[in-house]
């Protein structure tokens, strides 16, 4: 008799259907067991994609230093200063760390009236230079212009990349490309369109920083820095490089080096790394209590295997005084551990996703994160990979329960087995 | 009745020219424990094709032993065992299944139908081990329905039969697979006398379509039924008689 055949499974059935309690538990255990897995992994996911989402406005190696007052006197100089970066200040910075890659100064100037004909708006008007784009990891899609550049910067060119709101609402729709923006009064050509933050409530209008600076009259001066930093992993990394970065610039701008809270710094990198570690500890938690839910359900699987073994020796017993071989019985016991295992599993994991996919809404509602708020919990998912290995580790384990206890009691001599009751 | 001498000294019509079915030769079973239980001693017994036996003992003689050990549900412990001249010592149970399959067919005192399938599976079941195809066999499973007189009960489970009707099923299962000997283990233990009857009459019917036919029981009536008794008496044979009927008539 070959080993799978149509008979032999509705043979299988057949028993099947007479212990549905049996078979239920069975592949209760072992659902659940799948169902759990996949929902403790995909929550840790969720958690972590909801949380690293809110990273993704800024690259995550993106350091901003910012200037405030000083809080001591220093070489003559009185407290309660106010400091301003110069430009020489990023030059300085830019050759003193080579971990600096990309850097950006910007001037920010708000409330600022904005007007394409009758439409008009205040937003906020950024001067950047060219790598702010990466930076801040702003999008100019192919067919919308470009973004600031060189030649711009050097020729103090009027023109302005502005992202899709301020396009929405000054151009209802016309190609804003080419056309003329009054900025101020003073008229500035459209170049580019940025639209990755084109579900964001605020517009912003991005000009060369050398062009803000002699509009706004702030030559040679910067509001703030942008930089990105490469080559740092851990979190020590981070704070050794922002402890530096501190202690040049306030000797640039003489500042007493332990005046901390005269120069604002902002490590993405620090925090980034560091919520990443918590995460994958997190990831690490759940992934050891989902594997600990699913050996449950393996002993669950084991143990009834067993129990069925031997509450059937008589049946058995039975079949092999009517003619049935020993790997006969055996093998319909091993398939139907592995039709039961199998099928259960599936259930478990359809349900454990459908679970996810139901909580991934309900938490996007409840904390009302459609658009682009802080977010907690998003796109909750589990590596496919992990779901068929747990289900093979769960049929492989159902094979070696229902294995053991089957052959020995296969190997009962029938007189013995059908005295069993 | 006549004394017959046992096994070597068998007239020559019954264990040469037909064949010997079974041989026993100093056959020994002891069951094993603090107080080993020697069960059968030195059994010699042959048994010819077409043959209807019965076997007689009080409980604990030895005859369920014996018959467990013919039909290879139980092995022995020394002597010999041929059936149809085939050594039956030491098999794995791979092949002392495909022996059983092949050659006996089984009737037990407590029936032993499987519960959850109706009487047609029930019946069709050895031809399921035997590779036959579903449908041929269920039709198979029918006709020996009808044989045992019980086809319009196909579709019943074993708790909706009466266990006259349950041990005709089992008699119907024991025989779809063709075999050459029928092993029945107090068939009628658990049957009142009427249905007794029936199941008697349809084993002699069994033994008359030439399958040797060997029934353990403790019930005199029903071995008077059948064509040789053999009494075992503390797991020796004590007797071993043709049975002729109208001798047994004669001498009433």
Redesign the interface.
């Known amino acids: 008799?070959k080993f799978f055949e149509f008979?032999t499974i509705?043979?299988i059935f057949?028993?099947m259907?007479?212990s549905k309690l049996r078979t239920f538990l069975t592949g209760f255990s072992v659902a659940w067991g799948i169902f759990m897995l996949i929902v403790l992994l995909g929550s840790g996911k969720g958690l972590q994609n909801g949380v690293s989402s809110n990273f993704s406005n800024y690259a995550v190696n993106m350091v901003n230093v910012w200037p405030r007052r000083t809080n001591m006197p220093y070489k003559g100089f009185k407290a309660y200063r106010r400091l301003r970066f110069r430009d020489q200040d990023m030059e300085m910075l830019k050759n003193h760390f080579p971990q600096i890659d990309k850097a950006s100064g910007i001037i920010s100037l708000y409330g600022n009236t904005v007007s394409y004909g009758k439409e008009y708006g205040n937003y906020g008007i950024n001067g950047v230079m060219p790598d702010y784009k990466d930076i801040r990891m702003l999008s100019i899609e192919a067919g919308n212009g470009r973004f600031i550049n060189n030649i711009d910067m050097s020729e103090e060119r009027k023109v302005v990349v502005i992202n899709q709101r301020v396009a929405d609402n000054l151009f209802r729709g016309e190609e804003p490309l080419g056309k003329y923006v009054q900025i101020g009064g003073i008229a500035f050509m459209v170049v580019g369109l940025e639209t990755k933050t084109s579900n964001d409530e605020n517009g912003y209008c991005y000009i060369p920083h050398s062009t803000a600076q002699t509009i706004y009259n702030r030559r040679g001066y910067t509001d703030e820095f942008y930089f990105t930093v490469t080559g740092m992993d851990s979190p020590e990394a981070n704070e050794a490089f922002t402890l530096a970065l501190r202690k040049t610039l306030a000797r640039s701008l003489i500042v007493h080096p332990d005046d901390t809270a005269a120069i604002g710094v902002w490590n993405m990198a620090e925090n980034y790394v560091q919520t990443m570690r918590i995460f994958s500890t997190i990831q690490l938690f759940v992934f050891i209590i989902g594997l600990c839910t699913l050996v449950a359900g393996i002993v669950g699987v084991g143990n009834i295997m067993v129990i069925t073994v031997k509450e059937r020796t008589r049946?058995f017993g039975?079949?092999?005084?009517?003619?049935?071989?020993?790997?006969?019985i055996l093998n319909s016991i091993l398939i139907e551990s592995v039709i039961i295992t199998g099928v259960f599993g599936y259930i478990g994991m359809v349900l454990g996703i459908g679970t996810l996919e139901l909580l991934s809404l309900i938490m996007e509602n409840a904390t009302g994160t459609g658009g682009d708020g802080p977010k907690v919990f998003l796109n909750p998912s589990v590596d496919l990979n992990i779901v068929l290995v747990a289900t093979g580790i769960l049929i492989a384990s159902g094979l070696l329960a229902g294995y053991f206890p089957a052959r020995r009691a296969?190997?009962i001599?029938?007189?013995e087995a059908?005295r069993a009751e | 009745m006549r004394q017959l001498p046992i096994e070597g000294q068998l007239p020559f019509y019954l264990s040469k020219s037909i064949g010997g079915m079974i041989l026993l030769e100093k056959l020994n079973k002891t069951y094993p424990g603090v107080q080993p239980l020697h069960v059968l001693k030195d059994i010699d017994l042959s048994i010819s094709q077409g043959e209807y036996v019965a076997i007689m003992g009080a409980s604990g003689s030895g005859k369920s032993t014996l018959l467990n050990v013919l039909g290879i549900l139980d092995d022995y412990d020394t002597g010999r065992y041929l059936l149809d001249g085939k050594l039956i010592a030491g098999l794995s149970e791979k092949k002392a299944a495909i022996y059983r399959n092949k050659m006996i067919g089984f009737v037990f005192q407590s029936f032993n139908l499987i519960s959850f399938k109706n009487a047609m599976e029930n019946v069709a079941l050895p031809l399921f081990y035997k590779g036959v195809s579903r449908k041929k066999r269920n039709q198979l499973a029918l006709e020996y329905l009808e044989k045992v007189g019980l086809r319009d009960w196909w579709h019943h489970y074993p708790n909706e039969l009466s266990g006259g009707q349950k041990q005709r099923i089992a008699i119907a299962r024991a025989l779809i697979s063709q075999p050459r000997i029928i092993l029945a283990d107090e068939p009628t233990g658990a049957l009142d006398s009427r249905t007794t009857d029936e199941v008697i009459q349809l084993l002699s019917q069994v033994n008359a379509e030439g399958i040797t036919t060997i029934v353990v029981t403790h019930e005199r009536s029903v071995a008077e039924q059948t064509k040789r008794i053999i009494h075992l008496k503390d797991g020796y044979i004590e007797s071993d008689n043709i049975n002729i009927p109208s001798l047994t008539a004669c001498s009433k």
């Open positions: 008799m008979d509705r043979e057949s028993t259907r007479q049946e039975i079949k092999k005084a009517i003619g049935a071989s020993p790997s006969n296969v190997n001599k029938p007189v059908m």
